[in-house]
């Protein structure tokens, strides 16, 4: 190995050489990556290491002419095909290595969105706007068809994403071509492959991991449409173009308006550049972006939307802008160096997102792009990564979907660092340094996901807790093995008062004999039902057999621990059970509208047709109950309480009086300035299970409030 400096001559040749550079960040990086040092420590390695270097690399070393990232260029070198075939099998392991129980159970966002595409396969109706999040319909559509090829279940909700994302890897390699040369885009396709954000986007069933293939396929055309010779060529490509620009607002729009505005301001140099004959181009751009984007503005005004980003912005106004800085630093150390993870944020387990080895390749690769100096494509460079990370900033909390649009910049900026190192070694050993350096990176990722990845979701009760529900996920234990033993049953999951979340319906979707249409000729021999732990012993006089399991070992907002029932069908239980399929049917619908409905949105058109149905169940107590329960919960959201208080007045006339019902009941009296009753509804409800309310508690505050 040869470099390209007179170590003889040059009395300070390593400050000169970009390897120095390179293996001072990536030291710096392992040491705030993977050591807990002091917080004084970590700022310290930062300015020793990582600051103080890139002034000194801005300076003093001279990079030289950049041939190696034209596109045209004639290369000596291109990448053999066993080299592709290999790369290509390390991204595929990344994406499929123990797909179904790596980490352990879906987070409640992919129930969410699943459940959804799950009711396309029932019945073919959807909302423009989903949920708190308002997410626009294009990825749930792709998985409703994808559902009704491909049974639901654990394993196919989490095969789709790995497709999507092991498709990702020949698209990236194409869109790097429209820019650069073949042994450029090579590394590109290696560090998308075997780089562990990139794989890990994979891991989720959201349409984030779509919004990435998304946002790859449309900069991968935009270098089309700007290489284009022909005017036929450039209509179409431009065309397509503008379609995909549009088509981003239709899988998350915060995010992509990012990405649409540093396209079309790309769009908007190049027509500069010769204003005459590209106008043309640039107005059929337009027109169709605007054609393209028509649905979804007019669902805007019809619909409505922004409450959840305004949910987003919120914050104190007196820390506002001071706020912002401490998100962006936030959001950059999870990049590069990772922070000590208490709560899941889409966010790395060990280190950054990035490891130490492609930290100090795209610090690299900044500068050297810094360096290009005046070039259009280095000041859109900057501006994109200014505008990529906004929609994290301007968030109140960090959550890393919302910056996951940096990822491409964040492989080409390493890619340039990369190939500068390759650069200073003459021959064709510089392949051999870089691609035992991606080799070792791509070994780090593995481990990354594989095995802290895994860990984090078996070592710690509240991380696991922060986005995934340990009530579901004990249920579906019991619940998978019971359907191993005696074949599928009748599952009535939609009878508490507040929906868990929707990963259990996925999961047990293949046993679930209430959901399942490709069940309905099985005549299931047991059924089960999830339930507040203080409808017990009312529920056990009346199904003596039951087998009963705490699920929720803690309170829960709805005050008492969930258990899940499993109990034999036999002669009583029939009719029972043909009233409760009825049920079932009206409970999960107005459970799927809810989840359905945008942040902020009123529940009373909703709760108007789930009233409908009550004449179907009100002479049974328990689903009674769970009516009420449902209707005084909503109302509380919509802050009609007194409507609320009347709902609970329902359970004690028809329903089970059961303690978590006196102690919601005696909250209400003390709300309106009747200690008295609310002291006797109290009373009563830790007289029930008061080791199962917050009774006992509640009588103390009374207690050291009224004297009563």
């Not at 070039?375 to 109140?396: C, D, E, M, T, V």
């Not at 991380?463 to 249920?475: H, P, R, T, W």
Request: one cysteine or more; charged letters at 15%.
């Amino acid at each position: 190995m040869s470099f390209r400096y007179n170590f003889s001559v040059d009395p300070f040749p390593l400050i000169r050489e970009p390897f120095f550079y390179f293996t001072v960040w990536s030291m710096a990086a392992i040491l705030l990556s993977y050591f807990h040092l002091a917080p004084i420590t970590q700022v310290w390695i930062g300015f020793i290491g990582i600051v103080l270097p890139v002034i000194l690399c801005i300076r003093m070393v001279p990079f030289g002419p950049l041939e190696w990232i034209e596109r045209s260029k004639r290369e000596t070198f291109n990448p053999p095909f066993w080299a592709f075939a290999l790369v290509t099998l390390g991204g595929v392991l990344l994406r499929f290595y123990r797909l179904e129980d790596l980490s352990l159970w879906p987070n409640k966002d992919e129930g969410t969105y699943a459940i959804d595409a799950l009711e396309l396969v029932r019945q073919w109706k959807m909302v423009f706007f989903y949920g708190a999040g308002e997410i626009p319909p294009f990825y749930r559509l792709l998985e409703g068809l994808y559902f009704k090829w491909v049974p639901p279940s654990l394993f196919s909700q989490w095969f789709f994403p790995a497709v999507i994302s092991t498709a990702t890897l020949p698209l990236g390699y194409w869109a790097a071509r429209q820019f650069y040369s073949k042994s450029f885009s090579f590394l590109c396709f290696a560090l998308l492959a075997l780089g562990f954000w990139p794989a890990y986007l994979g891991r989720f069933a959201m349409p984030g991991s779509f919004l990435f293939f998304w946002e790859i396929l449309t900069l991968g055309t935009l270098g089309a449409s700007l290489i284009a010779s022909s005017p036929r060529k450039q209509i179409g490509w431009w065309s397509v173009l503008a379609l995909e620009v549009a088509g981003g607002f239709y899988i998350i729009a915060p995010n992509w308006i990012a990405v649409a505005l540093a396209v079309t301001i790309a769009v908007g140099g190049w027509a500069y550049q010769d204003l005459k004959s590209r106008r043309g181009m640039t107005l059929v751009y337009l027109f169709v972006l605007t054609a393209g984007l028509i649905p979804f503005v007019a669902e805007v005004f019809i619909q409505g939307y922004g409450g959840h980003v305004r949910s987003l912005w919120t914050g104190d106004p007196t820390s506002f802008w001071n706020n912002r800085m401490i998100n962006g630093g936030s959001y950059l150390a999870e990049i590069f160096f990772g922070v000590e993870p208490k709560t899941f944020c889409y966010g790395p387990f060990w280190g950054g997102l990035l490891d130490p080895l492609w930290d100090g390749a795209f610090f690299m690769g900044l500068i050297v792009i810094f360096r290009m100096g005046r070039s259009l494509a280095s000041k859109w460079f900057f501006l994109a990564l200014g505008l990529f990370l906004f929609p994290g900033i301007a968030s109140h909390d960090v959550e890393m979907l919302r910056v996951l649009i940096l990822a491409p910049l964040l492989i080409v900026g390493t890619v340039f660092g990369f190939q500068t190192l390759k650069s200073r070694i003459r021959g064709g050993k510089g392949w051999v340094v870089i691609g035992s350096l991606i080799l070792l990176s791509g070994g780090l990722d593995l481990y990354h996901l594989a095995v802290p990845g895994s860990m984090a979701w078996r070592g710690s009760k509240d991380f696991f807790e922060s986005l995934k529900s340990a009530e579901s996920f004990k249920s579906y234990q019991i619940l998978n093995q019971k359907s191993k033993k005696d074949g599928p049953g009748y599952l009535f999951l939609d009878f508490v008062s507040v929906p868990l979340d929707q990963t259990l319906t996925l999961a047990s979707y293949p046993f679930n004999a209430t959901l399942n249409e490709g069940l309905k000729s099985v005549k299931p021999t047991w059924m089960a039902f999830l339930t507040n732990v203080n409808y017990q012993p009312f529920l056990q006089q009346r199904f003596p057999e039951a087998q009963w399991f705490v699920v929720g070992d803690h309170l829960m907002p709805w005050d008492g621990e969930i258990m899940l029932c499993v109990l034999p069908i036999d002669g009583h239980i029939q009719p029972m059970l043909e009233n409760w399929l009825i049920a079932d049917v009206f409970f999960h619908e107005v459970m799927v509208a809810l989840t359905r409905l945008p942040e902020g949105k009123d529940r009373e058109n909703v709760l108007r047709d789930f009233t409908k149905g009550y004449s179907n169940i009100q002479n049974d107590p328990f689903l009674s109950s769970s009516f009420w329960e449902i209707m005084y919960f909503n109302q509380s959201a919509d802050k009609k309480f007194d409507e609320a208080f009347m709902d609970l007045r329902q359970i004690m006339k028809t329903g089970y009086p059961a303690a978590h019902i006196y102690n919601e009941l005696g909250a209400m009296f003390w709300a309106r300035k009747d200690p008295l009753d609310a002291k006797k509804a109290f009373i009563q409800a830790a007289r029930l299970g008061g080791e199962h309310t917050l009774a006992p508690d509640n009588l103390r505050a009374i207690a050291n409030t009224s004297g009563l």
